[in-house]
């Protein structure tokens, strides 16, 4: 019965058997084609041997499947392939679904994609109640949707509503709120995961099926009715051109809803036709570039506890806050006491919108999180971060004093936006220890860490900070300490090209409009905003002292006023509650192609010009920390991908 690779069979009680699913060839679950062959011999198999009951689990102590292999979508190189790959998906869950017995999936941690398709496939699923499990279909994040029969059992399971608006968000949902939708049948205590697994393949209950309010919306008009309106919220997000997944995936569902089995064969059918698309290959680009900046940290370099954080302003206390949902025990110091208080309130209200009522969840993590305005933990902290404004002489004389009362093996960093390393790190004894640690606003939503690589900065503190970035769940991008580092350096010029368009009388809303035409999730004069007027001219300063860039008046003459944008609910935008008041549209006849060309190449040339320089090691790299420091078009796959296709496009 252990004749396999991938799988292993286990006998349970009263003829049931249990299906272990551990990958041979890595550390988490993903359905590969060799894994799927496999899977369909078991299967095979049981429909000789007929068991009582079957139930589903995985090994990885990481989650029950991520999906698919995504890197198998590579290999693709025309509609064929495609189709192959996801009709041997299909045909897999098919016959789980067929099975002569009851069948259950166990879920713990992720139940991804190809993953969920497989417990949907399944009669029954019970999941783990644990913030660490997450279930989903992120497919549309990789410029496709549901290919093995996902869209199609999820859409009959919780109705069109529920699942729609999970496949099109690509969003994830806990355990107890998959059990409220009815996407799994049982959220249970770890104690009782495989007891519970047991008992409802032995007593075989009815599964459950939407309310009918739900069902009647499969049918005809109302389904043409409530696709139109998806269409509408879709385009507000995301532009046909450049994601045709969604789309394609309302346009499935309005057309085949009502017919199971021309819904599947039409699924497979446009995935396959979507994966060959431009935007999916791209998207599996950046899927592959965020796994580059995993892969180059080594989470076993540094194991800490304790992280002190110095400077409670919006990027130290967000920092902080960070660091103690991560798990943490977090001190964060600051001789203002008024502005601790401030960081205390914002990290409350930060884990109140994170664990949505679930107070106890947030006074565990706030037990974690502890003001210090005499720097008591610096002496016990594991991890230094300092985030005080940036001012050279300032950190200078902190690190002075700091370096002494720091245990000797602490990781000291600096979240310096822009300033070089080397004019920092001199007044230590030992300046190997410096490392950047820069990290991007919001911390909580900003994947991106730069970590900054001094002169002097030896290269164990380098995988240190790499592997606490990565405990943090973060993305760490390695970086030489130049003028702006990577990601400022590139951002710069494209947000004062932007800046410098208002000074010719092009209105704000079509500056803004102009890049997110493009692609780009949020305007440049927005994007400033957020960022803070304070932070773009002080990088601006930087830059234009090392690269000669012009710093626009406007920017300086906003900045003395006070008007530093989100934070100070006023800039080149009005703010309320953080969010931007809306303005009449101002006219414009001038040609918005232009405006866009202008912006995307001051983006672009800079991201050429850091890989010359040699900021970053590769253009890979280089792509991965645009696309997730800023944002920049992931449809794309990067500002230097997107050079080399338009460079192959002109060629044709």
């Not at 310096?416 to 030992?430: N, Y």
């Not at 001094?454 to 390695?478: C, M, Q, W, Y």
Request: aromatic share 6%.
């Amino acid at each position: 019965m252990n004749e396999f690779a991938h799988f292993r069979l286990e006998k349970g009680r009263a003829g049931l058997v249990w299906l272990v699913f551990d990958n041979a060839d890595g550390e988490t679950n993903v359905l590969s084609s060799a894994v799927l062959e496999e899977l369909k011999g078991l299967l095979q198999q049981m429909e000789i041997e007929k068991p009582a009951g079957l139930a589903i689990r995985s090994a990885k102590p990481n989650g029950f499947i991520a999906g698919a292999d995504v890197k198998e979508f590579t290999g693709i190189k025309n509609f064929e392939d495609a189709h192959r790959l996801i009709s041997r998906g299909q045909e897999v869950m098919n016959r789980i679904e067929a099975l002569p017995f009851p069948s259950v999936a166990v879920i713990h941690g992720f139940c991804l994609g190809g993953g969920l398709e497989l417990a949907l496939s399944c009669r029954y699923r019970i999941a783990l109640d644990d913030p660490g499990t997450r279930i989903g279909l992120p497919e549309i994040k990789l410029g496709i949707h549901p290919g093995f029969g996902g869209s199609v059992r999820s859409i009959r399971l919780i109705g069109p509503l529920a699942a729609m608006d999970l496949m099109l968000t690509g969003r994830t949902v806990a355990a107890q709120q998959a059990r409220k939708i009815g996407l799994v049948d049982y959220a249970v205590p770890e104690r009782l995961l495989l007891q519970s697994a047991e008992q409802v393949l032995l007593q075989k209950p009815a599964p459950k099926r939407p309310k009918f309010r739900l069902r009647i919306l499969n049918h005809q008009p109302l389904r043409s009715l409530v696709a139109a309106q998806m269409v509408k919220q879709v385009s507000r997000e995301a532009a046909r051109e450049h994601y045709p997944a969604p789309y394609a995936l309302v346009d499935l569902w309005r057309k085949f809803g009502g017919n199971t089995k021309k819904f599947m064969a039409e699924e497979a059918n446009s995935v396959a036709v979507l994966s060959t698309h431009p935007s999916a290959r791209n998207l599996v680009r950046v899927f592959l570039l965020q796994d580059l900046l995993k892969s180059g940290a080594d989470k076993s370099k540094i194991s800490p506890r304790h992280v002190h954080v110095i400077g409670a302003g919006v990027m130290g206390g967000d920092i902080a806050a960070w660091c103690a949902a991560q798990g943490f025990q977090v001190t964060v110091q600051d001789t203002y006491k008024a502005g601790l208080a401030k960081a205390m309130q914002r990290a409350d209200r930060f884990l109140q919108k994170r664990f949505r009522g679930k107070q106890h969840l947030v006074n565990k993590v706030m037990d974690r999180l502890v003001p210090d305005a005499r720097g008591l933990g610096v002496a016990k902290a594991d991890v230094i971060i300092e985030a005080i404004y940036e001012d050279a002489g300032a950190k200078r004389a902190l690190y002075r004093d700091l370096e002494p009362e720091a245990k000797s093996d602490a990781l000291i960093a600096t979240n310096t936006s822009s300033i070089r390393l080397e004019e920092l790190a001199d007044v230590m004894q030992d300046p190997s220890r410096l490392v950047g640690l820069h990290f991007f606003n919001p911390v909580a939503k900003m994947p991106l860490v730069e970590v900054v690589r001094g002169e002097h900065t030896s290269n164990e503190v380098i995988d240190r900070a790499r592997a606490f970035a990565r405990h943090l769940d973060k993305l760490p991008v390695t970086v030489a300490s130049s003028p702006g580092f990577l990601v400022n350096r590139v951002l710069m010029p494209y947000l004062v090209e932007a800046v410098g368009m208002l000074d010719e009388g092009v209105p704000k809303s079509v500056v803004d409009r102009a890049a997110k035409d493009f692609g780009m999730p949020m305007g440049p004069i927005r994007l400033a905003d957020t960022v803070g007027l304070d932070v773009c001219l002080f990088v601006a300063g930087i830059l234009s002292k090392d690269l000669g860039l012009k710093v626009p008046e406007r920017l300086r003459q906003m900045v003395e006023k006070g008007l530093l944008g989100v934070k100070s609910g006023q800039g080149f935008y009005s703010y309320k509650r953080g969010k931007p008041v809306k303005e009449a549209q101002t006219p414009y006849s001038g040609d918005v192609s232009l405006l866009q060309s202008r912006l995307v190449n001051r983006l672009t040339g800079e991201a050429q010009a850091c890989l010359r320089e040699k900021v970053v090691e590769s253009a890979d790299l280089l792509d991965a920390g645009i696309v997730f420091g800023t944002g920049f078009a992931p449809f794309t796959g990067g500002p230097l991908n997107y050079l080399e296709q338009q460079e192959a496009a002109s060629d044709k």
